[in-house]
């Protein structure tokens, strides 16, 4: 069983177009996170929710707006896409989002903007 | 600001030898470090960790070890195998929820 799983795996679309990333956990855990890797494989937190709560949300545009319907699911939705957006989008997961915590990544996807 | 970063973008190892990836991080605070694998098409996954009470801690052909005085921490793999091909990232989660991973390094196993 997949313990974090994302999808699609990946999504190909033009600029200015809207698209949705769904993201499900099934280890029980209470936080949930979107992280963004650019081409140089950099890893930067974008999101993090903790039992459906906004907890993190760093300086990302507003034309992302994730959202939490439960604490197993954290989907994220693009608007007016651009070519900057392209890259490769983690979502994660861990047990109570305290300090100290392992993070349990899906597989990603890689989103191109043409 | 606070970073952690990484000494080597691409580590190219032989198959059979030892491997080691560097990391220095400027957060004097840390007290807890995590090493993850990334390999080709996947998320990243936990390896080992080590807090900042300990010197050194050994995994299954892995050993981390921390430097506090110099801030570096290291991740040494015994007898690399081509399954260890990936890219590695040393990560400080002290900030409440949020990790802050260095910027990787490539490690290429020459069959």
């Known amino acids: 069983d997949t313990a974090v799983s994302q999808t699609p795996k990946y999504l190909v679309t033009q600029m200015g177009n809207d698209k949705s990333i769904k993201c499900e956990q099934n280890?029980?855990?209470?936080?949930m996170y979107w992280y963004k890797q650019d081409s140089k494989k950099f890893l930067k937190i974008m999101f993090s929710y903790n039992n459906k709560e906004l907890i993190i949300n760093e300086t990302v545009p507003n034309r992302f707006s994730p959202k939490s319907p439960d604490k197993a699911h954290l989907n994220l939705h693009i608007n007016s896409l651009e070519l900057g957006d392209s890259a490769v989008y983690f979502c994660?997961?861990?047990?109570?989002?305290?300090?100290?915590?392992?993070?349990?990544f899906g597989s990603g996807t890689q989103l191109s903007v043409l | 600001g606070e970073s952690v970063g990484l000494h080597l973008p691409t580590l190219s190892v032989q198959e059979g030898d030892n491997s080691i990836i560097n990391c220095a991080y400027s957060n004097s605070a840390s007290d807890y470090f995590i090493w993850y694998k990334q390999e080709s098409g996947k998320g990243p996954q936990f390896i080992i960790d080590?807090?900042?009470?300990?010197d050194k801690r050994q995994g299954q052909r892995v050993t981390v070890l921390l430097n506090k005085t110099v801030k570096h921490l290291s991740l040494q793999i015994a007898a690399t195998q081509p399954g260890d091909s990936a890219v590695y990232f040393c990560a400080d989660p002290a900030g409440y929820q949020k990790v802050t991973f260095g910027t990787g390094t490539k490690l290429q196993v020459i069959p």
């Open positions: 994660a997961s861990s047990h109570r989002g305290a300090r100290n915590e392992k993070l349990f």
């Open positions: 080590i807090r900042s009470n300990m």
């Open positions: 280890l029980g855990h209470d936080t």
